[in-house]
């Protein structure tokens, strides 16, 4: 087995008020990677995206690279077939747990409101993904 990767330490999370009005429209226009059709107002934004804050210009790659991803649907196949995936294995693995985890009940509404929405979820793990393994590509080139 490989040893784990060590990262670097993350940068903080930045608020909008810290972050520059050219930088927070970017961020408007990545949350928009994650929908099917027009924009909505009330997309969320990941904190993924909040955290490359530090670095516009790596958004803007983001951006200008995956548009066109969206806009010929390769992205929502990609979460299409990455949620199927987890519904899957979700229940298969399910089955290896007792009915009832004893967890306190904190722990179990923040999971809850966490992921409130599996589809969401799927989103972020695809792009995340994606996003891994294009950073990893332009490194070995």
């Not at 784990?4 to 810290?18: C, K, T, Y």
């Not at 004893?102 to 179990?108: I, V, W």
């Amino acid at each position: 087995v490989p040893p784990a990767p060590v990262w670097p330490e993350l940068r903080p999370l930045l608020a909008q008020s810290e972050i520059e009005p050219d930088t927070w429209g970017l961020l408007n226009h990545i949350k928009h990677l994650a929908s099917q059709g027009t924009p909505r107002d009330n997309a969320v934004l990941a904190t993924l995206w909040r955290h490359l804050a530090h670095w516009p210009g790596l958004l803007a790659l983001i951006q200008t690279g995956f548009a066109p991803l969206r806009q010929d649907g390769t992205i929502m196949r990609a979460f299409g077939q990455v949620h199927e995936l987890a519904q899957t294995e979700g229940a298969r693995l399910a089955q290896l747990c007792p009915n009832e985890a004893a967890m306190p009940d904190d722990a179990r509404k923040m999971i809850a409101t966490y992921v409130g929405s599996p589809v969401a979820v799927a989103h972020m793990v695809t792009l995340g993904h994606a996003l891994a393994r294009w950073l990893e590509t332009e490194a070995n080139n």
